[in-house]
């Protein structure tokens, strides 16, 4: 007997442990993966150019004067007049071009830049961008762009005029394309204070971003709205150690509930938090089918009449049978919701209209985020 209830304790306290590590433990994530630092960001960087060497691809300089004045301009720096001369090359176009300088860029290193076209060229494939200054919204120029351009596109042509191409011709990148010319001059090492921003503002987010920052260095951080969260390096810590001591510190992000649709592709995306209140959902298709059978109508012998095509309409409705009304309890969590609707059998783009319908009823305990 001894026995026997020792062995069915044993039993209990192993069931209680599997349920114990069965229980799904809260996701958290490095404050590194839910802000960004301030001042560590792209600037955009933007220059006007000409792509030469196309195979009569180019702009037509009678509807692109842009291109001819950059040409003759171009030109006339390499010691060659043209201003009196009838330009009618098929093999170049005027390009906008566009980078992003990356954070802490240093002078001589390579980035990638965009081409596209401005006039009315029809390719840029094999091309090649001149040198071309691209400038930041300061107006200075932070680096200088040349290469050949890439569009990863096919376009062919026949002497019928017809004509089929995959992809777009007329924009392209060069791969490393572009030498950094100037630095931005953000100074971070040398800061006391700092602000993080959070990629999704919550209150709960951004405190806990804090504590979890004062629980290993205490007074250094303070959660300032639901974005921002101030940092103090402590004293004999620059800030760049002080950034790489807490950027892999563990928070568990909080939000608000919501339901994010996308009615084109029927897309539903329901967070974990989503509630519904007491209510009751029914869903059934109703198919109405007008089928149009045309018939031969005959005159009765001598009447003098004539044979007519006449239709006949046929019109049936159909209403799905077999489809339950199923209802939520209040507080029914995102699984009960799921599997109630997949119960009813319910499609994507039925789900859609059911959620919509729930949340005009006050019973859909979230926000509803159309795409």
Do not use: W
């Not at 007049?81 to 240093?106: E, G, H, I, Q, Y």
């Not at 060229?121 to 071309?132: N, P």
């Not at 950027?247 to 084109?264: Q, R």
């Not at 974990?272 to 045309?294: C, F, H, K, Y």
């Amino acid at each position: 007997m001894r026995r026997s209830l020792f062995s069915s304790v044993l039993a209990g306290l192993a069931l209680a442990a599997m349920t114990v590590v069965a229980a799904p433990a809260a996701a958290k994530s490095r404050i590194k993966d839910i802000v960004a630092v301030e001042g560590v960001r792209d600037n955009h960087l933007i220059g006007y150019g000409i792509v030469t060497g196309l195979n009569g691809t180019g702009d037509s300089l009678r509807n692109a004067p842009m291109t001819k004045q950059s040409m003759e301009a171009l030109l006339e720096r390499q010691g060659v007049n043209v201003r009196d001369a009838n330009l009618n090359a098929k093999n170049s176009a005027a390009v906008m071009v566009t980078a992003k300088l990356p954070p802490f860029a240093a002078t001589g290193s390579k980035i990638d830049v965009s081409v596209s076209a401005m006039g009315d060229a029809k390719s840029l494939q094999g091309g090649t961008l001149l040198v071309t200054a691209l400038q930041g919204a300061d107006g200075q120029t932070y680096a200088v762009a040349q290469g050949q351009v890439q569009t990863g596109a096919v376009s062919a042509g026949g002497a019928s005029g017809s004509s089929i191409s995959r992809g777009v011709p007329t924009a392209g990148r060069i791969a490393a394309g572009a030498d950094v010319e100037r630095e931005t001059g953000f100074q971070m090492v040398a800061m006391s204070e700092l602000r993080l921003s959070l990629r999704n503002p919550d209150f709960t987010t951004s405190r806990r971003i804090a504590d979890a920052i004062n629980s290993k260095f205490p007074g250094c951080a303070q959660a300032q709205n639901p974005t921002i969260v101030a940092i103090r390096s402590p004293a004999g810590m620059d800030m760049i150690s002080f950034v790489t001591a807490i950027e892999n510190l563990e928070v568990e992000p909080d939000g608000p509930a919501k339901v994010i649709i996308d009615e084109v592709n029927g897309v539903v995306v329901m967070g974990d938090d989503v509630r519904i209140s007491q209510v009751a959902i029914a869903q059934g298709n109703l198919t109405i089918s007008v089928q149009e059978t045309p018939a031969v109508s005959q005159p009765a012998p001598f009447s003098q009449g004539r044979t007519a095509v006449v239709p006949q309409s046929a019109i049936s409705i159909d209403e799905e049978k077999g489809k339950k009304l199923i209802t939520l309890g209040g507080g029914a969590s995102l699984k009960s919701l799921v599997g109630g609707l997949n119960a009813l059998g319910v499609t994507p783009r039925d789900m859609i209209t059911i959620l919509q319908a729930v949340k005009a009823a006050g019973a859909l305990q979230a926000d509803i985020e159309v795409m």
